[in-house]
């Protein structure tokens, strides 16, 4: 299984920005897809994530209704939507893949990464 993120970019504070994680490879059912970050010097942080087959989805507590995750099913897709961007939302955005049932939040737990897409907020 293969994962590449895309949509990264510069933004102003208060932007938007939606993130897209397309996988690839072998049939492709995981248990459920997340999204995680990096800031430097920082640990990898939990944004977000969906279980695949039941569309169920989890926040880290600092999204606050900012950021969305969805996920196409037909095209392996998985995004999310980021809005009211804030200067601390600056970091490294992965999304990854986690084979089978249990807890979505901690990253040690993922089988499968993307390669990160950047997402600088500033003016």
């Known amino acids: 299984v293969q994962l590449q993120a895309s949509g990264g970019g510069l933004v102003q504070p208060g932007g938007s920005l939606r993130l897209s994680c397309a996988a690839s490879g072998r049939t492709f059912g995981p248990y459920g897809m997340g999204w995680f970050r990096q800031a430097p010097e920082k640990g990898r942080e939990f944004v977000a994530a969906?279980?695949?087959?039941?569309?169920?989805?989890y926040y880290g507590s600092f999204t606050k209704g900012r950021f969305t995750i969805s996920k196409d099913t037909a095209k392996n897709t998985v995004y999310l939507q980021m809005v009211s961007l804030k200067p601390e939302d600056t970091a490294v955005y992965y999304c990854a893949a986690k084979s089978s049932l249990g807890t979505l939040n901690y990253p040690q737990w993922y089988d499968y990464w993307g390669q990160g897409t950047q997402v600088t907020v500033s003016s």
């Open positions: 969906i279980t695949w087959s039941s569309g169920r989805t």
